[in-house]
């Protein structure tokens, strides 16, 4: 397209230049060489501005075809990575939720005995029972491990129902308090977002996102900092909703701050896979972030993660802000399929 069109600006020049020659030739002939020179001036610059415009304008348009072009690239690799993202996600949350189905089978038996053991030997062999109680203990761990596992492959089994945001919130954040050491601020701000503000959800879920992003926040702000969980609403753009396989419609915007060290692109780029973690591996399993993606997905939402080092890191959970008429949950659309 952009070749035709310098095709025919160049053609038209051309035709122009063969037009003045030809009007130059006519009048060198005319009047026994009496050449009329202030038309054949006013021709010829005539002609000159003619031509320059149409190249001018033909070189703004090729640029703004390229600007588009380049913009609609940038556009196609953006929504191709996310895409690679989530198949990946998908990929590793049913191979996770089978593993952790199989070891989640394997731990009954263990829990099951470790505690009738402990009971028996809680009085005739005190040390006995102390070992038992450390077997009982780790495999609680190990439970719970394989419990966040499958939280993430299945987004969470409850029951989700339409609650009020504020509710919700109020009491998540009354729940997670503690886990906000005494060095560490913790602001929310612009809650009255969240009045009269209807979403779809399981009240547990948001307690157990709330307590990973907290929990999260702190661990990258080991001397002290601010946390600002931020809500506001908005509606989403078309092309947001395309790049997170989102229903088009107004969100929930939740914003956790924190003023912590920050990640790299490189950890930014995996950090809601499962397993991945940059601490050590007695500190931490890689599941509390993927947790959040899974539940998320599951809620008809998404989760987003912004950082620089040395800047902190933003998480922002976006909720479809519930109207009972037409929103459709993703455990019922599985349903009917």
């Not at 054949?40 to 190249?55: P, Q």
């Not at 703004?64 to 990575?81: F, I, M, W, Y």
């Not at 089994?157 to 906000?180: H, M, P």
């Not at 506001?232 to 229903?247: M, Q, T």
Request: hydrophobic share 45%; proline share 3%; aromatic share 8%.
């Amino acid at each position: 397209m952009i070749l035709f069109g310098g095709i025919i600006v160049c053609t038209s020049a051309i035709m122009m230049y063969v037009d003045f020659f030809s009007v130059w030739h006519d009048f060198s002939h005319k009047l026994d060489g009496n050449i009329p020179l202030r038309k054949i001036v006013i021709i010829f610059f005539a002609t000159l501005f003619a031509c320059t415009f149409l190249l001018i304008r033909y070189f703004f348009r090729l640029k703004k075809n390229v600007n588009e072009l380049e913009k609609a690239q940038s556009a196609l690799r953006k929504q191709r990575h996310i895409k690679s993202e989530q198949d990946k996600l998908a990929a590793l949350g049913e191979l996770s939720g089978g593993l952790a189905h199989e070891i989640n089978n394997a731990l009954v038996p263990a829990l099951g005995m470790s505690e009738i053991l402990k009971k028996r030997l809680k009085d005739k062999e005190p040390e006995l029972a102390t070992f038992i109680d450390v077997i009982y203990e780790s495999s609680l761990h190990a439970r719970k491990i394989v419990q966040n596992v499958l939280a993430f492959a299945r987004g969470q089994d409850e029951q989700n129902e339409i609650n009020n945001a504020i509710d919700v919130f109020s009491k998540s954040i009354e729940l997670n308090e503690k886990i906000v050491p005494n060095n560490i601020e913790c602001v929310i701000a612009n809650i009255e977002a969240l009045k009269d503000t209807p979403i779809y959800v399981n009240p547990t879920a948001i307690t157990q996102i709330t307590a990973n992003l907290l929990k999260n926040a702190t661990e990258a702000m080991p001397d002290g900092g601010t946390i600002t969980i931020n809500f506001d609403k908005d509606l989403i753009s078309s092309e947001f909703a395309v790049d997170y396989d989102l229903v088009e419609c107004d969100h929930l915007i939740v914003a956790i701050s924190d003023t912590g060290s920050g990640m790299s692109e490189q950890v930014l780029s995996q950090v809601f896979e499962p397993f991945y973690t940059t601490k050590d591996v007695d500190r931490g399993t890689g599941l509390g972030l993927s947790t959040v993606y899974g539940i998320m997905k599951n809620l008809g939402g998404t989760v987003t993660a912004e950082s620089e080092l040395g800047k902190g890191s933003t998480f922002k959970l976006f909720f479809p802000i519930t109207d009972p008429a037409i929103f459709t949950p993703i455990t019922a659309k599985a349903e009917a399929a």
